[in-house]
């Protein structure tokens, strides 16, 4: 007697992220970068690129990844 026991390659589940979590991630990382690049820099430490506008573009971008985690995919059937 043999038993149908479905193998590894007959049985799919789905990603556990759908492709726009993926894309709102790589725009995360992006963000986060570009963050850090505005942190950079010759210019005077108290410069309100380096110490206003950098952390809070860093901070969006952490957000964009938080949310791009926690969003539930599309599944088209």
Avoid: C, Q
């Avoid at 309100?48 to 971008?61: D, H, Q």
Wanted: proline share 5%; net charge positive.
């Amino acid at each position: 007697m043999t038993k149908n026991i479905p193998s590894a390659e007959t049985k799919t589940e789905p990603f556990v992220f759908g492709k726009n979590n993926y894309r709102l991630m790589l725009i995360s990382i992006a963000v986060v970068a570009l963050g850090f690049i505005l942190m950079l820099g010759e210019t005077d430490i108290y410069d309100f690129r380096k110490i206003v506008l950098a952390p809070i573009v860093v901070l969006v971008g952490f957000a964009i990844g938080f949310f791009s985690i926690l969003r539930k995919p599309k599944y088209s059937k």
